[in-house]
């Protein structure tokens, strides 16, 4: 049975929030990939000798729309930050320093010797499976649905995201079956989710759920 995952919230500053996330949109990547890939490559004494680039300053705050609650609809000012989702068990600092240690070594300030193991070479298969994951990743996408610019806001463009035709008769076991078949793809703890596209297929769903299905 895979590990429990858990979303965790590391704070930082919003210029290496800014960083991290444009080193794994560059790698067609999410930010949890990065600091997962850094964590399985790496040995944990050179990831702990990494600068924490640590929380951020008092005054750099971001301001975000609350969406439920009492104060749905009302801006509030938070620390910026990363959201990941990772096995449990990890430690905010620690996924941090990954992070840098990615940012770092994408920039070629660091390089990190993985030695062999025995007759294997440990890092040519994590690369080699990188690849596979990244060929796999590119299949999914050319086969998927392509990303509304505006999101899901009719009927036919829900259709369009769960890969049914304009007039096709639907029904509630139909489409929450197709649903759960396309969010196993494209969920972001899968090896090849898309949270975009996941959020479209959540859009399609309600706006199937809210007409009735028909």
Request: hydrophobic share 40%; aromatic share 4%.
């Amino acid at each position: 049975m895979p590990a429990a995952k858990k979303s965790y919230v590391i704070p930082c500053s919003s210029a290496f929030r800014d960083r991290v996330q444009a080193l794994a949109d560059a790698r067609d990547v999410n930010v949890g990939d990065l600091a997962r890939s850094v964590m399985l490559v790496v040995p944990p004494e050179a990831i702990a000798a990494t600068e924490d680039p640590g929380e951020p300053a008092q005054g750099d705050r971001e301001t975000v729309t609350l969406k439920s609650g009492r104060d749905a609809g009302k801006p509030w000012r938070r620390k910026p930050r990363l959201q990941v989702r990772l096995p449990a068990g990890q430690d905010v600092v620690t996924l941090r320093r990954a992070l840098n240690l990615a940012l770092a070594m994408a920039e070629g300030e660091r390089t990190v010797k993985v030695e062999r193991n025995g007759q294997e070479d440990s890092n040519a298969k994590l690369v080699e499976a990188g690849k596979e994951i990244k060929r796999l990743r590119s299949i999914v996408g050319a086969l998927s649905f392509k990303l509304l610019p505006h999101g899901v806001r009719s009927r036919g463009e829900a259709l369009y995201v769960m890969g049914f035709p304009q007039n096709a008769k639907l029904g509630p076991d139909l489409v929450k079956s197709r649903f759960r078949m396309l969010a196993s793809i494209h969920h972001p703890d899968s090896a090849y989710g898309d949270t975009r596209r996941m959020s479209q297929l959540n859009q399609a769903m309600a706006k199937l759920r809210s007409l009735g299905y028909s």
